[in-house]
């Protein structure tokens, strides 16, 4: 057997996840491979469901105007259940639309997972830093935990084999040939029966549901009225989730049976499962015109006892860690966004931007202290989803609301951490007040969108948009009214030559960039949103590290931001909207997963500073 190649990212599985941790890797020298037993890209089929937190994600990554581009939104929800007058059949009970106010875009839209997958691995293929071999599977793994502590160290050690001919899913059926690999951090986003779980020791908590489902995605032949809608339909007889797709066609999700007999899955067949949706759709009819897809399972409802093991050297996410049904439409977007959380602290920490062992490995603690009880929120949100569909209530417009925020991300609030810092003077996250109530600025919640104008153009942008995933953070200076209130001026110009200063009164060591043109040259980006009248600033009368000079390209003119109209979408009213007093203002370390790092005063320059020594990225 040859000597084990070495890279520093082993990821099992090239599905959603896996190529979403992999997008973190781009324009960088840290060695990846993805090694999946499909012989190639998913080509139809599974998830679909896409949440505007995940699209911000795409946009990060650069392709979300592909994505968007094919997705079909969903603008409208139609609520459906049985006769109020006790006859027979189903009745709208209302119609309501598909939107959160806070978010300020689309709420959720529909795109085929293997489509996702499509465009997040053209965005890989430029890069020979990535590799993906398919039809691979591991054969062993060991891990030595006595060089977890070591930064530079080797210590996962695989084995890989090709499958078999014919061989779709157990792992372990390889052919002869086979290589080792040697990797810094192995990742297992290997799916609900994941190999690297059951290697890791790593339990599923939980049970399985005591129903089985099938899902069609088919063009309908139907006189249903709301069939471009997404509906719910809620019958005697069982409940249905309807979302519309592009090109004619919509996806169904049946419950086929319940109770303790449960058939196996694989004895389903599709008639059987469009007998159960004619049932509950009754008195309408239904008819498949084409099918392009279908399948049937039993969804389990568990959570993994660990996202990590051998002191952070291997992870787990999205199925792999925890699985639930699917009417939320939260499968790919949670373990998107599971991967989204972990790529930024492992790219961090592998261009060496976090200065000892030991902050590193805290750093990766937070994957877990943070993903982990996300999970278990969504598990004991899919438990409870479908009441409120079980009978009419009068509070249901309220609570339907509630969960539809909740499916959009924006009740996740990550726990204090070297990586959160609460506001000075608070000692618990429950002194920060309700988190589904408004789009604010808290700590440990992603970043609000928001629309603002750049001061050089007028140009229009949102932010998360600008908020390019290249490992670098964020410190966004909500400088107020500087035109009109000369001590915000005043302090605006004291920040700003501070955050530019090199040596330990400064933080020029992070605010500058990194000589030799390497990766991650920039690691703290610094921004500017004011809210003065726009004609009466000069972008160059501002303080050098808000529009710093290129010797090569000249001034960057895209760090300064007005709140004011543009010219055709209107005005962000960005400081109301996110509750900033203009005489005050704020500043905001933004994490580069676009999660709120701390929020201080504007003037706060040793609050910022304290956040990255904190890290271990400022001595």
């Not at 935990?145 to 390889?174: I, K, R």
């Not at 990742?187 to 908590?205: F, I, P």
């Not at 309908?220 to 309807?242: E, H, M, Q």
Request: negative net charge.
């Amino acid at each position: 057997m040859a000597n084990p190649e070495s890279v520093d990212i082993l990821i099992i599985g090239a599905g959603p996840a896996g190529l979403a941790l992999a997008n973190w890797f781009r324009n960088s020298n840290i060695r990846v491979l993805l090694v999946d037993k499909k012989p190639g890209p998913t080509t139809r089929g599974q998830a679909e469901g896409l949440k505007s937190t995940t699209n911000e994600i795409f946009e990060t990554f650069g392709i979300g105007a592909q994505i968007t581009a094919e997705s079909w939104r969903l603008e409208e929800i139609a609520i459906w259940g049985a006769r109020k007058d006790g006859g027979a059949g189903i009745e709208r009970e209302q119609v309501i639309q598909d939107k959160v106010e806070e978010l300020g875009k689309i709420r959720e839209t529909m795109l085929q997972q293997s489509r996702v997958e499509h465009h997040m691995l053209q965005n890989l293929l430029p890069h020979s830093n990535i590799q993906i071999q398919y039809d691979t599977v591991p054969a062993s793994v060991k891990i030595d935990a006595a060089l977890s502590n070591e930064t530079d160290a080797y210590p996962v050690e695989v084995t890989l084999a090709g499958v078999a001919s014919d061989e779709e899913d157990f792992y372990g059926n390889g052919t002869d040939a086979e290589e080792r690999i040697r990797a810094k951090y192995i990742v297992g986003c290997d799916g609900a029966r994941s190999w690297l779980r059951k290697q890791l020791n790593v339990t599923l908590e939980g049970d399985l549901t005591d129903s089985v489902f099938g899902v069609v995605d088919m063009v309908p032949k139907s006189n249903f009225p709301d069939i471009r809608k997404v509906c719910y339909l809620r019958a005697d007889t069982g409940t249905i989730l309807l979302v519309p797709r592009s090109n004619k066609e919509v996806r169904l999700y049946i419950p086929v049976e319940s109770g303790s007999a449960l058939p196996d899955p694989k004895d389903l067949t599709f008639a059987r499962i469009m007998d159960a949706a004619r049932r509950i759709l009754s008195p309408y009819t239904l008819d498949a015109g084409s099918v392009a897809w279908w399948s049937a399972y039993r969804v389990g409802q568990r959570v993994g006892s660990h996202f990590s093991t051998h002191g952070e050297r291997a992870f787990l996410v999205g199925d792999a860690v925890h699985t639930h049904s699917p009417k939320a439409g939260q499968g790919m977007n949670t373990s998107i966004q599971d991967a989204y959380n972990l790529g930024w602290k492992l790219r961090l920490i592998l261009h060496k931007h976090i200065h000892s062992a030991g902050a590193a490995q805290t750093l990766l603690r937070t994957y877990e202290s943070e993903r982990r009880p996300v999970a278990l929120d969504l598990i004991a949100f899919d438990r409870g989803y479908l009441k409120l569909f079980a009978a009419p209530s009068a509070q249901f417009d309220t609570e339907f609301l509630r969960a539809m925020k909740f499916t959009t991300g924006l009740s996740i609030r990550y726990p204090p951490s070297r990586a959160v810092h609460l506001h000075r003077g608070v000692t618990s996250p429950a002194d920060l007040g309700p988190s589904l109530l408004k789009a604010d600025l808290v700590p440990g919640k992603r970043l609000p969108e928001f629309q603002v104008v750049y001061q050089a153009d007028g140009t229009t942008t949102r932010i998360h948009a600008r908020l390019h995933a290249t490992g670098a953070f964020r410190l966004l200076v909500f400088a107020g009214d500087i035109v009109g209130q000369t001590q915000l001026r005043d302090k605006l110009e004291t920040l700003g030559a501070r955050l530019a200063a090199p040596g330990p009164e400064g933080l020029g060591e992070l605010t500058g960039t990194l000589s030799g043109g390497g990766p991650d040259t920039m690691r703290l980006e610094t921004l500017l949103v004011h809210c003065a009248e726009r004609d009466k600033i000069e972008l160059l009368s501002l303080p050098d590290v808000f529009r710093p000079w290129s010797e090569t390209e000249g001034y960057d003119y895209w760090r300064v931001f007005a709140d004011a109209d543009s010219a055709y979408e209107g005005h962000g009213h960005v400081y109301e909207r996110l509750e900033i007093e203009r005489e005050t203002g704020c500043a905001v370390v933004v994490r580069p997963d676009g999660y709120v790092g701390a929020v201080l005063e504007v003037d706060d320059f040793e609050g910022v500073k304290g956040y990255f020594q904190g890290l271990g990225m400022f001595r």
